[in-house]
């Protein structure tokens, strides 16, 4: 009887295990972005929306809004930095993020808007 029922439970555990692990692994495809831009220290300059030491982060998207190549633009800038775009302040870089790091980042940022 018992075993019955785990033959006939099983299919649908193995199913919702599967479902369980892909949520998993999306997760970590995607990650908290948010967190990474905070242990890089990025909102000790910018905030979400208006400006602080630098532009908000939907100021940015706004701007770049329909530009294809800002991704890697942003990216670059995010790890070398730079100055001149919104004003006479500049960025410093930011050389411990990984390229994949800057580019998630400035995707990111693209999206805050
Ligand atoms: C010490 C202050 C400071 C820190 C820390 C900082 N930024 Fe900036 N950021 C600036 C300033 C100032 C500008 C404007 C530079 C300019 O006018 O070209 C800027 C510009 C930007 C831009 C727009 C660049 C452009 O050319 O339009 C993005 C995107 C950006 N920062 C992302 C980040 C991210 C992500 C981090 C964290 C890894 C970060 N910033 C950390 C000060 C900072």
Redesign the pocket.
């Known amino acids: 009887m018992l075993k019955e029922w785990i033959r006939r439970i099983a299919p649908r555990g193995a199913a919702a295990l599967a479902f369980g692990l892909a949520l998993a692994a999306s997760a970590q495809a995607a990650p908290d972005l948010k967190a990474l ?1 905070d242990k ?3 909102f ?3 905030g979400m929306q208006g400006k602080l ?3 908000g982060f939907a100021e ?1 998207a706004a ?1 770049y809004k329909g530009d294809s190549e800002a991704t890697g ?2 990216a670059r ?2 790890q070398e930095g ?6 006479r ?4 870089p ?1 050389p411990s ?1 990984k390229d994949e790091e800057a580019r998630q ?2 995707a990111w ?1 693209l999206e805050a808007g």
């Open positions: 831009a890089n220290g990025c000790s300059c910018h030491v630098g532009p940015v701007r633009k942003l800038k995010i730079g100055k001149g775009v919104w004003g302040i500049p960025m410093p930011h993020l980042l400035a940022v």
